[in-house]
Nanobody
Framework: QVQLVESGGGMVQAGGSLRLSCAAAGRTFKYLFMGWFRQAPGNEREFLAAITDNGGSTYYADSVQGRFTIARDNARNMLYLHMNRLKPEDTAVYFC?????????????????WGQGTQVTVSS
């Protein structure tokens, strides 16, 4: 079973950029469908982006399409989320997650393994 650890969060001004990283421990990473989610206080966990096991296909929520880019490096067991043109409403805890099936899903319940999260704060 893979273990996930996010990093790269922090505080940034509106309009700025951040790159989140998700380090995966375990030899199965390259076979897993991966996603990024976020959760702000009082809100449900929100799907942001997902990527197939070989990186050939990516999926995005409308709220981040064109601003965020998901990528992976299977040789290094790493998942990334490049975030540009950040807005105050992007403030949340960001999570990476793994799904054991190859099909796309935006439902957090369909992802079986989660990292601990990393805080992103965007000031106006």
């Amino acid at each position: 079973q893979v273990q996930l650890v996010e990093s790269g969060g922090g505080m940034v001004q509106a309009g700025g950029s951040l790159r989140l990283s998700c380090a995966a421990a375990g030899r199965t990473f390259k076979y897993l469908f991966m996603g990024w989610f976020r959760q702000a206080p009082g809100n449900e966990r929100e799907f942001l982006a997902a990527i197939t096991d070989n990186g050939g296909s990516t999926y995005y929520a409308d709220s981040v399409q064109g601003r965020f880019t998901i990528a992976r490096d299977n040789a290094r067991n790493m998942l990334y989320l490049h975030m540009n043109r950040l807005k105050p409403e992007d403030t949340a805890v960001y999570f990476c997650a793994a799904r054991q099936y190859y099909s796309h899903s935006t439902n957090p319940s369909d992802y079986t393994t989660w990292g601990q999260g990393t805080q992103v704060t965007v000031s106006s």
